[in-house]
């Protein structure tokens, strides 16, 4: 079972970036998804989460209006999509699945038992 994002890079402040999380080995039509940042020397933190079926989402309040969590179901692959960048959203961005049989509130970390192995996006001033 693997978890891979891509899609980080170095962007200026007001740029656009789109975060892919692509799963081998499961499922994710059977996941809720979401996604986390972790900034050096901070603890990981949550950006945003999507139900398994798409048809909920939330987001951290320093994201909102900014940032898009998506899937696709048929391609087994989770999106966000960045914009209006600003350098304090520097940090290495992580995607995660929860199975859909479980309990979910969408933020919690402690909830995701698979992860990918983190994406990189650095915003300039």
């Known amino acids: 079972v693997q978890l891979q994002a891509s899609g980080g890079g170095l962007v200026q402040s007001g740029g656009s970036l789109r975060l892919a999380c692509a799963a081998s080995?499961?499922?994710?039509?059977?996941?809720?998804m979401a996604w986390f940042s972790q900034a050096p020397g901070k603890e990981r933190e949550f950006v945003a989460a999507i139900n398994w079926s798409g048809s909920s989402t939330t987001y951290a309040d320093s994201v909102k209006g900014r940032f898009t969590i998506s899937r696709d179901n048929t391609k087994n692959t989770a999106t966000l999509q960045m914009n209006s960048l600003k350098p304090d959203d520097t940090a290495v961005y992580y995607c995660?699945?929860?199975?859909?049989?479980?309990?979910?509130?969408?933020?919690?970390?402690?909830?995701?038992?698979?992860w990918g192995q983190g994406t990189q996006v650095t915003v300039s001033s």
């Open positions: 080995g499961l499922t994710l039509t059977r996941y809720h």
């Open positions: 995660a699945a929860r199975w859909y049989g479980r309990s979910w509130s969408g933020a919690r970390i402690d909830e995701y038992d698979q």
